[in-house]
Structures are given as structure tokens and as C-alpha cells.
């Protein structure tokens, strides 16, 4: 992503093409209510509006004249248009020719494909239009070259290019769909609620909140950034529109420029986990787990809040190392602040819960933005609609014409097989071990953040890593099944039919270690109908949405690790501070980024009973805070070694699994006392 072009502007366009995003955002309101189209159809259509902004708003190469810049790119977004227009007559007459390419058909199936590799290349950098490439010439041609389990024999090319078209795991498949329906309309509601002042309210709400405590200022970062991510959807331009006023903010009250921009930088990171929007992730993370929209976004507050929290922990030991004190000049009124313009996302939230769609949601919430910008600071004519309208087609451009894109690998790895494979291969290599998983699936998504977005780091993960990681979890269920004796009769039938060398095992006790060796033993042909009869089955689905949350929580890191990640360098543009420096410094604040999924996976936090969610969301707190006092060695005072090592240890054990209710409250007191005696200067 380090070459990716700037997020479009409304105003550095011509009028003309302001002029037509806005009547493409009103085509896409039109695709999601009473519209009959084929969802094929609208996918195809949703690229050719969107190909054809992204072509004659990015120009192709910066050394290009202004004039040949503009001649080609509104060639190829005339010529992407006319593609899809082909495609979409064509379509019956290809199947009514049993499926065989014409030379038309050859023609625009590979200039669609061409002008998408060129347009995300411009929009999004170089890394997903090389993938894609990769991932077409190995389903093609490569693939049969490749030794052990990773070969492929191949398809022809015109298979390739079919399923490129018209399969439904391809360009113009599932990722489009959510593209023109969920991420549109989400990103067309986050564009008027930014639009009609909701920025300047979520900043002045959250200095009302937190400016008075120590380290205020540094609050108001989490907080503001935390509501504006919720709509937003980006890290960088949460960080861009909010720490504008929170890093001056923090700058003047005390807190170090350095630790003022990593604040912000892992605030706004914070803000793409957080419902409704999460960055597109939610209506991704819907598709892939079969889980409804309203699950996903209710699993995932939790641990956002919990993020956050981790955060302010940071905020509040560092403000009070520089001795920062409270803001009393904090004092703006509700009725000052303009809160109605707040009122749509109530109103979001509400018809969700209501059982209303997702897409239907978006649309009455953003007409009622326009409305309720009435009473705040930004009143709306037909003017800023319109250009409300644009710049929110301009802005889904850029993610339409990725994910498009990226439909190209999603298409190769269903294809070819190379999912299950590339999740076998994770396994064996951890051998079984979740921690090795989980670092190995970190790894893969720092080095995947190096070129993509965090979304698109996402999409292309999670197909490979979350069934793996989803399988160990249910391998970790069953061990327990075995070791508390939980196992059903009907499960202990099919091992003694099925395996009969665990029939000795099933008679007596089993302990930890001889339960991981049996089921390690287990055939993953039978495997499955074992777990199935052997755990309940909310706990196998709760598994694999657990898994894509953490690897979708893991995507996120690309943001705040060295040495590229923009939104910590968006950050120190603002703050002025040394881009790799400023980079560590969000890394370090953002470390909840690699704990809370941790938690995930050692504990039923995501699909657990509520008084289990709740249990384990205080002990992770406490344990939050005990993890950052050993991390920068104070608390409300400094903390000797010895201290800091006790801190450290306690917050170990409260998020290890299987640790006895009993020590957890032990560990919960040891800690109170610490920062008890912290406070008075005697830790």
C-alpha cells in the first residue's frame, strides 16, 4: 500500500464528474431497494460506474502530462464500462452456446479483467494486482510445475476466464455483491454523517466526557476516535479528521509529540473494530461464517470496547508520568455541542435490532442524517447532498475496484483447492499449538499490510488461515470433551467402531496430554462427525466466527507496525515527529491489537453465556491494565522491577485458560493492592 494513491476529493474533481458520482451513489440506493436486477448484473454494472470514477479521477502515471493523463483514463473508463455493458448482453447467448467463448467474448472478459488489475493499481498500489496475476497463472499454467501438495494440473484458460466473469467466486461474484450493497451503502451513510458535522460533535461530546480527568486530552483521542472509526471505516482518514484537534490538543496539555501521535494512530486503528462499519469487515466477515450482520456486530463490541480500554490504560500511565493534570476549562453544553446530528446512528442502530436489513438501514439512516443536520453545525443544502452523494461514490471507487480485484484470488483459491491446503500446511507446521498459529497468522498478515489494505489483508487471509485456526480451536473443545469426560455415548461409539485404537483410552481417565496424542490420532474424515456428535453445535459455528475475528483483529496491525504503517505516519504529519519513531510509539500503544485476540482464543469471549462474556471481559481488563503497568513500569507511581515482574505475571494468569475462578480473584487482589501502593509511592 506504500504506493497507493491519495483518498478522491470532491474537490479536485471536474463538476461533470461530481455531477456523476452523485447520480452513481443514487443508482446504487436504487440497486438496494426496488431494484430486480440479477445480483451478476448489478455487480457488473457496480464496476463499470465505479471503474469508470476511479479511471478519470486517478491518473495513470504522475510523470504524464495533464492532458494524456486525462485522455487515457477516461479511455479506460470508457472501455471497463463497455466491458461490463458486453458482458451482461453476452450472458445468455454463452450459455446458450454450452458455455464456449466467442471472440467477443474473449475480447471484453480480458479487457475487464485487464482495466481491474490497472485500476486497483492505481487506486490501491501494486501488491493485489500482482496476487492476481499470480493467482490466474498458477490456476492456468504454473500451477502443474509446482511440486508436493501445492501442485495444480491446470484449467484452460477460457475456464479461467469464465470463472473470472461469471463464477460466483469470481470478480463479479460474492466480494462485489457486498461491495455494492453493504460496504456502499455503509460508506454513502459514514460520508453524510461526516458531512452534516457529526466529526465536530463526536470531538466536542467526547472533551465534555474525558476532558476534566488526568490525561483528558489523551481520552478525548480514544473516545472521539473510537465514534468516529464506528461510521468512517478508515484508520487513515480517522486519524486525518480527528487528530487534527486531538494531537495539537494533547501536544499543549503535556503529553510528548511522539506518544501524542501513536495515541491517535492506534485510537483510529481501534475505530475499524468497532461496529457498525468496521472497515467493510462486518459484511465480509457475515459471507465467509454464514452468521448474520446483527451477530456479527454484536460479538464484536466487546472486545472493541475492551481495545480501547487497553488504550486509555496506556493514556492514563502516561499522562501521569509527564504529571499532565485535568482540563476544568472543559465546559461545552449538550445544546452547544449540536448532539441531534448524532440521532441517525441511533436510528441505525435500532432498525437493525429491529430485524430491518442491513442495506435498507443505511438508507433511512443517511435520508435521516440530512434532516438532522438541521439542528447541528452543518445544516445541508442540495448542494452538500449532492456532494455528499459524490464524494461517497468517489470513496466506495477505491474499495469497489480492490475487492473486485481481489474476487480474482478468492476465485483461485476456491478453484484450485488451495485454501484447505494452504490451512492443512498451517497446522502441521504449528503441530498443534495455538500460540504457534496464532503467531504464524500474525506474521502472514504484517507481511500481507506491508502492500494491502487492512480489509483486503483480510480477505485474502482469511479463506487461507481461519479454517485452520477455526479446526485447532475445535481440536482444544474436544481435548476438554475428553478430559472432563463430557464425550457422548454416540461419539464414543464411532472412535471405538471407527478408531479402535482409542477404545483402551475411552475406559478410564483421560489426562491433557494423552487427550491432545488421541485426538491428533483421529483420521479428519472422522474427525468431523466426531465433533459434531461430541460438542454442541453452537460451538462449532462459534468457532469459525471466532477465527475470522481474530484474523481480521491480526489484519489490523499493518496500520501501527513498523516500518510501514500509514496511519501512524499519517499521525506524525500532524504531530510533526519522526515517521519510524512515531511508528513504534503506536505499535506499543496499540498492543491490545495482539492480546484481546489472544483472549479470543484461549476463552468462549466471542459465543460464551452472558455471565461467561461478562467474567471474562472484567478478568481481561484487569489483566489489560496489569499487562501495560509491566509494560512502561508505572502505574499511579513508578514500579520497581520486582513489581513490575508481579504485574506481568498477574496478567498472564488471568487471561490463561482453565485458570480456577479462585486465583483469578487472588490475582484480581494482587493487583488492587499494587496499585494501591502505587498510589502512595511505596510499589
Same mark, same amino acid.
Given at each position: 500500500?506504500?504506493?497507493?494513491?491519495?483518498?478522491?476529493?470532491?474537490?479536485?474533481?471536474?463538476?461533470?464528474?461530481?455531477?456523476?458520482?452523485?447520480?452513481?451513489?443514487?443508482?446504487?440506493?436504487? %440497486?438496494?431497494?426496488?431494484?430486480?436486477?440479477?445480483?451478476?448484473?448489478?455487480?457488473?454494472?457496480?464496476?463499470?460506474?465505479?471503474?469508470?470514477?476511479?479511471?478519470?479521477?486517478?491518473?495513470?502515471?504522475?510523470?504524464?502530462?495533464?492532458?494524456?493523463?486525462?485522455?487515457?483514463?477516461?479511455?479506460?473508463?470508457?472501455?471497463?464500462?463497455?466491458?461490463?455493458?458486453?458482458?451482461?448482453?453476452?450472458?445468455?447467448?454463452?450459455?446458450?452456446?454450452?458455455?464456449?467463448?466467442?471472440?467477443?467474448?474473449?475480447?471484453?472478459?480480458?479487457?475487464?479483467?485487464?482495466?481491474?488489475?490497472?485500476?486497483?493499481?492505481?487506486?490501491?498500489?501494486?501488491?493485489?494486482?500482482?496476487?492476481?496475476?499470480?493467482?490466474?497463472?498458477?490456476?492456468?499454467?504454473?500451477?502443474? %510445475? #509446482?511440486?508436493?501438495?501445492?501442485?495444480?494440473?491446470?484449467?484452460?484458460?477460457?475456464?479461467?476466464?469464465?470463472?473470472?466473469?461469471?463464477?460466483?467466486?469470481?470478480?463479479?461474484?460474492?466480494?462485489?455483491?457486498?461491495?455494492?450493497?453493504?460496504?456502499?451503502?455503509?460508506?454513502?451513510?459514514?460520508?453524510?454523517?461526516?458531512?452534516?458535522?457529526?466529526?465536530?460533535?463526536?470531538?466536542?461530546?467526547?472533551?465534555?466526557?474525558?476532558?476534566?480527568?488526568?490525561?483528558?486530552?489523551?481520552?478525548?483521542?480514544?473516545?472521539?476516535?473510537?465514534?468516529?472509526?464506528?461510521?468512517?471505516?478508515?484508520?487513515?482518514?480517522?486519524?486525518?479528521? =480527528?487528530?487534527?484537534?486531538?494531537?495539537?490538543?494533547?501536544?499543549?496539555?503535556?503529553?510528548?509529540?511522539?506518544?501524542?501521535?501513536?495515541?491517535?494512530?492506534?485510537?483510529?486503528?481501534?475505530?475499524?473494530?468497532?461496529?457498525?462499519?468496521?472497515?467493510?469487515?462486518?459484511?465480509?466477515?457475515?459471507?465467509?461464517?454464514?452468521?448474520?450482520?446483527?451477530?456479527?456486530?454484536?460479538?464484536?463490541?466487546?472486545?472493541?470496547?475492551?481495545?480501547?480500554?487497553?488504550?486509555?490504560?496506556?493514556?492514563?500511565? #502516561?499522562?501521569?508520568?509527564?504529571?499532565?493534570?485535568?482540563?476544568?476549562?472543559?465546559?461545552?453544553?449538550?445544546?452547544?455541542?449540536?448532539?441531534? #446530528?448524532?440521532?441517525?446512528?441511533?436510528?441505525?442502530?435500532?432498525?437493525?435490532?429491529?430485524?430491518?436489513?442491513?442495506?435498507?438501514?443505511?438508507?433511512?439512516?443517511?435520508?435521516?442524517?440530512?434532516?438532522?443536520?438541521?439542528?447541528?453545525?452543518?445544516?445541508?443544502?442540495?448542494?452538500?447532498?449532492?456532494?455528499?452523494?459524490?464524494?461517497?461514490?468517489?470513496?466506495?471507487?477505491?474499495?469497489?475496484?480492490?475487492?473486485? =480485484?481481489?474476487?480474482?484470488?478468492?476465485?483461485?483459491?476456491?478453484?484450485?483447492?488451495?485454501?484447505?491446503?494452504?490451512?492443512?500446511?498451517?497446522?502441521?507446521?504449528?503441530?498443534?499449538?495455538?500460540?504457534?498459529?496464532?503467531?504464524?497468522?500474525?506474521?502472514?498478515?504484517?507481511?500481507?499490510?506491508?502492500?494491502?489494505?487492512?480489509?483486503?489483508?483480510? #480477505?485474502?487471509?482469511?479463506?487461507?488461515?481461519?479454517?485452520?485456526?477455526?479446526?485447532?480451536?475445535?481440536?482444544?473443545?474436544?481435548?476438554?470433551?475428553?478430559?472432563?469426560?463430557?464425550?457422548?455415548?454416540?461419539?464414543?461409539?464411532?472412535?471405538?467402531?471407527?478408531?479402535?485404537?482409542?477404545?483402551?483410552?475411552?475406559?478410564?481417565?483421560?489426562?491433557?496430554?494423552?487427550?491432545?496424542?488421541?485426538?491428533?490420532?483421529?483420521?479428519?474424515?472422522?474427525?468431523?462427525?466426531?465433533?459434531?456428535?461430541?460438542?454442541?453445535?453452537?460451538?462449532?459455528?462459534?468457532?469459525?466466527?471466532?477465527?475470522?475475528?481474530?484474523?481480521?483483529?491480526?489484519?489490523?496491525?499493518?496500520?501501527?507496525?513498523?516500518?510501514?504503517?500509514?496511519?501512524?505516519?499519517?499521525?506524525?504529519?500532524?504531530?510533526?515527529?519522526?515517521?519510524?519513531?512515531?511508528?513504534?510509539?503506536?505499535?506499543?500503544?496499540?498492543?491490545?491489537?495482539?492480546?484481546?485476540?489472544?483472549?479470543?482464543?484461549?476463552?468462549?469471549?466471542?459465543?460464551?453465556?452472558?455471565?461467561?462474556?461478562?467474567?471474562?471481559?472484567?478478568?481481561?481488563?484487569?489483566?489489560?491494565?496489569?499487562?501495560?503497568?509491566?509494560?512502561?513500569?508505572?502505574?499511579?507511581?513508578?514500579?520497581?522491577?520486582?513489581?513490575?515482574?508481579?504485574?506481568?505475571?498477574?496478567?498472564?494468569?488471568?487471561?490463561?485458560?482453565?485458570?480456577?475462578?479462585?486465583?483469578?480473584?487472588?490475582?484480581?487482589?494482587?493487583?488492587?493492592?499494587?496499585?494501591?501502593?502505587?498510589?502512595?509511592?511505596?510499589?
Amino acid at each position: 500500500m506504500s504506493d497507493a494513491a491519495a483518498p478522491i476529493e470532491t474537490s479536485a474533481q471536474p463538476r461533470w464528474l461530481v455531477l456523476t458520482a452523485a447520480a452513481v451513489a443514487l443508482t446504487h440506493l436504487y %440497486f438496494n431497494s426496488i431494484s430486480s436486477l440479477s445480483d451478476l448484473r448489478a455487480s457488473l454494472l457496480h464496476f463499470a460506474m465505479l471503474g469508470f470514477l476511479t479511471a478519470c479521477a486517478v491518473p495513470m502515471a504522475k510523470a504524464w502530462t495533464s492532458r494524456t493523463a486525462l485522455l487515457v483514463g477516461r479511455t479506460m473508463g470508457v472501455l471497463a464500462a463497455l466491458a461490463c455493458v458486453y458482458l451482461i448482453f453476452a450472458e445468455d447467448a454463452f450459455y446458450a452456446r454450452g458455455q464456449s467463448f466467442a471472440a467477443a467474448d474473449w475480447v471484453f472478459a480480458i479487457v475487464a479483467v485487464l482495466c481491474a488489475l490497472e485500476l486497483t493499481r492505481r487506486s490501491s498500489g501494486w501488491v493485489i494486482p500482482i496476487l492476481a496475476i499470480l493467482a490466474l497463472t498458477y490456476t492456468a499454467w504454473w500451477g502443474r %510445475f #509446482v511440486p508436493g501438495v501445492l501442485q495444480f494440473p491446470g484449467l484452460t484458460w477460457e475456464t479461467v476466464l469464465y470463472r473470472a466473469t461469471y463464477g460466483g467466486d469470481g470478480m463479479f461474484g460474492t466480494v462485489a455483491r457486498i461491495s455494492w450493497s453493504y460496504v456502499f451503502m455503509f460508506v454513502l451513510f459514514g460520508t453524510f454523517l461526516l458531512r452534516s458535522g457529526a466529526s465536530d460533535v463526536i470531538l466536542a461530546l467526547a472533551q465534555r466526557a474525558a476532558g476534566r480527568f488526568i490525561g483528558g486530552p489523551g481520552f478525548v483521542a480514544v473516545i472521539s476516535s473510537g465514534m468516529m472509526g464506528s461510521v468512517s471505516g478508515s484508520a487513515i482518514g480517522n486519524t486525518v479528521s =480527528t487528530g487534527v484537534v486531538t494531537i495539537p490538543l494533547m501536544k499543549r496539555a503535556g503529553f510528548p509529540a511522539k506518544s501524542a501521535a501513536g495515541i491517535e494512530a492506534a485510537s483510529s486503528t481501534g475505530g475499524q473494530l468497532m461496529p457498525p462499519v468496521m472497515g467493510a469487515g462486518a459484511f465480509l466477515m457475515a459471507t465467509y461464517t454464514g452468521e448474520s450482520y446483527l451477530t456479527i456486530i454484536s460479538v464484536a463490541a466487546l472486545p472493541a470496547l475492551l481495545y480501547f480500554l487497553s488504550v486509555a490504560f496506556q493514556v492514563r500511565i #502516561v499522562a501521569h508520568k509527564q504529571s499532565i493534570r485535568p482540563d476544568t476549562a472543559a465546559s461545552t453544553t449538550l445544546k452547544a455541542i449540536g448532539w441531534p #446530528v448524532l440521532l441517525p446512528v441511533a436510528l441505525l442502530v435500532g432498525l437493525l435490532v429491529a430485524g430491518f436489513t442491513p442495506t435498507l438501514s443505511a438508507a433511512a439512516a443517511t435520508a435521516a442524517t440530512v434532516i438532522a443536520a438541521r439542528f447541528g453545525p452543518r445544516p445541508m443544502d442540495l448542494r452538500d447532498v449532492i456532494d455528499a452523494l459524490a464524494q461517497a461514490s468517489f470513496t466506495a471507487a477505491s474499495i469497489g475496484v480492490l475487492l473486485i =480485484t481481489v474476487g480474482l484470488v478468492i476465485m483461485a483459491v476456491t478453484t484450485t483447492g488451495l485454501g484447505p491446503t494452504i490451512s492443512q500446511m498451517i497446522l502441521t507446521w504449528a503441530d498443534g499449538s495455538l500460540l504457534l498459529t496464532l503467531t504464524l497468522i500474525a506474521l502472514a498478515s504484517l507481511v500481507l499490510g506491508l502492500g494491502l489494505p487492512v480489509t483486503a489483508a483480510y #480477505v485474502v487471509l482469511a479463506p487461507l488461515a481461519a479454517p485452520a485456526l477455526a479446526n485447532l480451536m475445535l481440536d482444544q473443545n474436544l481435548v476438554a470433551a475428553f478430559v472432563n469426560g463430557t464425550l457422548s455415548e454416540n461419539a464414543r461409539t464411532i472412535l471405538m467402531v471407527l478408531v479402535p485404537a482409542t477404545s483402551s483410552a475411552l475406559e478410564g481417565p483421560v489426562t491433557p496430554a494423552a487427550a491432545a496424542a488421541l485426538v491428533a490420532a483421529i483420521p479428519p474424515e472422522v474427525k468431523s462427525t466426531v465433533i459434531d456428535q461430541a460438542l454442541p453445535a453452537a460451538t462449532a459455528a462459534s468457532a469459525l466466527l471466532t477465527a475470522h475475528m481474530i484474523v481480521f483483529w491480526l489484519s489490523q496491525d499493518s496500520n501501527v507496525t513498523p516500518p510501514v504503517c500509514l496511519t501512524a505516519y499519517a499521525a506524525a504529519g500532524l504531530a510533526g515527529t519522526k515517521p519510524l519513531e512515531t511508528g513504534f510509539a503506536a505499535w506499543l500503544f496499540a498492543k491490545g491489537l495482539y492480546v484481546i485476540p489472544l483472549v479470543m482464543a484461549l476463552s468462549p469471549l466471542i459465543g460464551g453465556g452472558t455471565a461467561t462474556v461478562i467474567a471474562i471481559a472484567g478478568t481481561t481488563a484487569v489483566a489489560l491494565y496489569a499487562l501495560t503497568a509491566a509494560l512502561h513500569g508505572y502505574l499511579e507511581g513508578p514500579l520497581g522491577w520486582p513489581v513490575r515482574a508481579l504485574c506481568g505475571a498477574t496478567g498472564v494468569a488471568l487471561i490463561w485458560p482453565g485458570t480456577p475462578a479462585a486465583l483469578d480473584a487472588a490475582a484480581c487482589g494482587v493487583f488492587v493492592i499494587v496499585l494501591l501502593m502505587s498510589r502512595r509511592g511505596k510499589a
